[in-house]
């Protein structure tokens, strides 16, 4: 008689299949690597002077790993960031008056200002030790990532359709169970596409977030982006080419295991009542969702989540909402007495710092910017709405486009600085036309990224009626496509127009060795200031870029917001 069937069988339940295998290595080894890449947190701060940046290739892998982990934690963070402050902004009326414009200003704050203020704060923190240098390193990665996710969110809940809420309202769920089970998968393919850019605008600034040189204060933490600067310093061509090698390989790796996983997932939470025809696919997906391993560590984390749910909200007693005329002009007070706070400060700090021709020389440099920054901005949109709309129709596309814009929108500008300093040099070109488009190099992508997302969610009833109705060419474009993205192309748009001036730090000031060439702009007006330590300039130049980044997301790009959410919402 046979048994052996039988006890096999029952023996499978217990054996790690070929998906648990492949778990549990990639497990192990992410934990490997972070216990490996934690064991210079305490080390002394000295032994980064003495233990130069190497650009043999060997070296190349452990600051790949040291630049992912950063990176990874400080998506971490953008996404608590997120999930906190996006929603009481969306929730909240009289919060959104006062966190939206802060978030324009904090968008609008370049990195290298971040850093040259919270450089010495976060070195303090740690006295002597590397672990200081690290943290201001996260911190202007995450400076890098979270403005962006967090204007992707707040937009995606300022459009959830009505009946998806009041479906929440009628099933019983509180407001945790709404924002968990509604919202959240309503905004998750905008907010993945905004990850994957966000991450890649971290690639972009990272030079200056690992290679930090502030007035006397100079740190090089081991990793890619300290290893391009030395390649920079050195004028080395095999070290660049390295470097782009490395990143290549990184971001692939980030591609297959972290975002295309998540974009298949993301499928399911399309807003129609058909299934895509061409929905994307990751083996990565396949071995989450099959591996017991995998199952039993999230398993906890979902069964607590559930239990949240159940929770009942509070009496309707306990809370008194904030809707009286008296308490709307208790808010406003407080808001006004905290500008009028804010205002008397720095009108005493620029009366005794600065002299009329200090502000009128920032101001000018600043339209200068400006006018580069529009005017890139309209050209690429020109190129990428058209692509965007393209690809995000076609979800297999998509898939191969994914990796290769993710690369490109990582590409450093600095990786260019050799070619394009030669040639203004060999060719005697203007700096102030022909370093222009490094500010858009790395930011026209949020453009491309969000009208990718948009077109992707756009329903397939929606598609199919413009089919059976015969609606193409232009009118198709101005009836069906525009109208269905037009919400995520704003988004892109704000984040692509902040980041350009954030990116005029880098772009208007190229070094190569030691020659340098420079554009008439506010960017290099910061870059110099920041250089020579100059924290007056650097204070000065600051301000009028948040000024203006402010008042032109005020006055044009918030009015096309609004007016996207009242036409273009999808109900």
Request: charged share 10%; glycine share 6%; net charge positive.
């Amino acid at each position: 008689m046979q048994f052996l069937p039988p006890i096999s069988i029952r023996a499978s339940r217990y054996l790690p299949s070929g998906w648990d295998l492949l778990a549990a290595l990639l497990v192990l080894s992410f934990i490997v690597a972070l216990a490996d890449a934690s064991q210079l947190l305490a080390q002394p701060l000295a032994l980064l002077a003495h233990k130069r940046i190497s650009l043999s290739p060997s070296h190349l892998p452990e600051y790949a790993l040291r630049t992912s982990l950063r990176m990874l934690i400080a998506l971490g963070c953008s996404l608590v960031f997120t999930f906190t402050y996006a929603t009481l902004a969306a929730k909240s009326r009289r919060a959104g008056a006062l966190l939206i414009p802060l978030l324009d200003i904090l968008q609008s704050v370049p990195i290298l200002g971040f850093i040259s203020i919270t450089v010495v704060f976060f070195l303090s923190l740690v006295p002597g030790k590397i672990f200081g240098a690290e943290l201001a390193a996260v911190f202007a990665i995450f400076t890098s990532q979270a403005w962006n996710i967090a204007f992707s969110f707040y937009q995606s809940l300022r459009t959830v359709p009505d009946e998806l809420e009041e479906a929440g309202k009628l099933f019983g769920l509180n407001a945790w169970a709404r924002f968990w089970r509604i919202e959240v998968p309503f905004a998750m393919p905008q907010l993945i596409w905004n990850m994957m850019m966000s991450m890649s605008g971290g690639w972009f600034f990272v030079v200056a977030s690992e290679a930090i040189s502030v007035g006397h204060t100079t740190v090089a933490l081991p990793g890619i982006g300290s290893y391009i600067a030395a390649a920079i310093a050195e004028r080395s061509l095999p070290a660049i080419f390295w470097a782009i090698g490395t990143m290549l390989i990184v971001i692939l790796i980030y591609d297959q295991l972290l975002f295309r996983p998540l974009v298949a997932w993301s499928e399911r939470f399309r807003f129609d009542e058909q299934q895509s025809e061409e929905a994307p696919q990751s083996w990565a997906l396949t071995m989450f969702r099959r591996s017991r391993l995998i199952r039993a560590i999230a398993n906890p984390f979902l069964r607590f989540m559930q239990q949240t749910y159940r929770l009942a909200p509070p009496a309707a007693g306990q809370f008194v909402r904030a809707n009286t005329v008296s308490t709307a002009l208790l808010w406003n007070g407080v808001l006004a007495a905290i500008a009028a706070i804010a205002l008397w400060r720095i009108g005493l700090f620029v009366e005794r710092s600065f002299r009329l021709g200090d502000l009128l020389n920032a101001f000018g440099l600043g339209l200068i910017t400006m006018v580069r920054v529009l005017v890139l901005i309209a050209v690429a949109s020109a190129v990428w709405v058209p692509v965007g709309v393209y690809v995000g129709l076609r979800p297999r596309l998509a898939q191969i486009v994914q990796p290769v814009a993710q690369f490109l929108a990582a590409f450093p500008a600095n990786l260019l600085f050799p070619l394009v300093v030669s040639a203004i040099a060999i060719w005697n070109l203007n700096p102030d036309i022909w370093l222009s488009p490094l500010m858009v190099l790395g930011t026209q992508w949020y453009i491309l990224f969000n009208v990718i997302a948009g077109a992707s969610m756009l329903p397939n009833e929606l598609r199919d009626a413009s089919t059976n109705l015969g609606i193409g060419g232009w009118l198709w474009w101005r009836r069906v496509a525009l109208p269905g993205i037009f919400p995520f192309y704003i988004t892109g748009a704000i984040t692509a127009s902040g980041g350009s001036w954030n990116a005029s730090i880098v772009a208007e000031v190229a070094t190569w060795g030691d020659r340098t060439m420079q554009a008439h702009g506010l960017g290099a007006y910061i870059a110099q200031a920041t250089a020579a330590g100059d924290f007056r300039k650097i204070v000065l130049g600051i301000f009028v870029m948040s000024f203006l980044v402010t008042m032109i997301n005020r006055l044009f790009w918030r009015r096309l917001y609004a007016f996207a959410e009242r036409r273009f919402r999808y109900t």
